[in-house]
């Protein structure tokens, strides 16, 4: 029977295995001291987030009742609430499978623009409508992908996790209020008097703010799945995240003189490093039964 590794036995900023190594001698892969992994040094109850501090090993969370011993293992996700790690992977199958739909929208929208482009009416706002709807789900796996674990605020990027939170509520609602920009229609793009229509200018300004925050949640979220891959512990996504974080949007932007697929291919690698994630996720669910009292 396999088992979760003990803190002590991995990196909490790099993954690279311990064992073997002196203790007081730092990682040989990123150089940073060993510790427990719990953030701080203050421990919190792993499934309400109550204080410890004071409490014996023996004893249990007057709130819940957990047994401080689970509380102590340390930050590694083997080690936390089980429902926790759910929500983790649940936050991560959405995001998959919203961007596979976004794929096969842009796949359709190379597509279209070469045999039948798409025109302003029922057509283009059921395109839209698609879209919008796709992005929404993929903005609420976020959001549920970066919940904070209900012990302490033990990722090692917590910055990261709430600004992608912040960008997913400011995406969310550009999102919606882009479709509804949709519905209401830009008549003729221009005013009579030749000047630029408020609907175009509220586009315009919502395309930016879009645009704005899909860069933010993207650059913060790698960062967070950074931090997360410590905890799990996997030097693969650890590393893979350094590269991804700035190889997808150069594809995505230099890569459209490629006939249009180089966001396919950026969303590609995306889903991708996502789904290698999700993957070890499920990996720590599966030790995680074989934990005895997780």
Not at 152 to 167: H, K, L, Q, V
Not at 210 to 228: D, H, K, N, P, S
């Amino acid at each position: 029977m396999s088992t979760a590794a003990s803190p002590t036995d991995v990196c909490v900023n790099c993954g690279y295995n311990m064992v073997g190594v002196p203790l007081a001698e730092p990682c040989p892969e990123c150089g940073r001291e060993r510790g427990t992994g719990l953030s701080g040094g203050v421990a919190s109850c792993i499934s309400c987030g109550y204080e410890l501090t004071g409490l014996p090993d023996s004893g249990a969370c007057p709130e819940c009742g957990t047994s401080v011993a689970k509380s102590l293992l340390g930050d590694l996700l083997a080690y936390r609430s089980p429902a926790y790690v759910e929500r983790l992977r649940k936050g991560l199958t959405w995001i998959l499978y919203g961007i596979l739909v976004q794929l096969v929208l842009l796949m359709v929208g190379i597509v279209g623009a070469i045999t039948l482009p798409l025109t302003t009416g029922w057509l283009s706002i059921g395109v839209t409508g698609v879209a919008t709807l796709t992005t929404l789900a993929i903005l609420l796996g976020w959001w549920w992908f970066t919940e904070a674990d209900p012990g302490i605020d033990t990722d090692n990027e917590p910055r990261a996790r709430r600004i992608t939170r912040a960008a997913v509520v400011v995406g969310a609602a550009v999102a919606i209020l882009e479709l509804l920009v949709e519905l209401v229609g830009v008549p003729g793009g221009l005013g009579g008097g030749g000047g630029i229509s408020p609907t175009v200018v509220v586009a315009i300004m919502l395309a930016i703010a879009g645009l704005a925050a899909f860069v933010t949640q993207f650059i913060a979220g790698m960062l967070y799945v950074r931090g997360l891959a410590t905890r799990l512990p996997s030097r693969k996504v650890y590393r893979l995240s350094k590269s991804r974080i700035w190889l997808c949007p150069i594809f995505y932007t230099v890569g459209v003189v490629l006939i249009g697929l180089g966001p396919l291919i950026a969303l590609i690698l995306y889903w991708n490093f996502l789904n290698l994630t999700k993957k070890e996720i499920v990996r720590v669910q599966k030790e995680q039964h074989q934990l005895p009292g997780i």
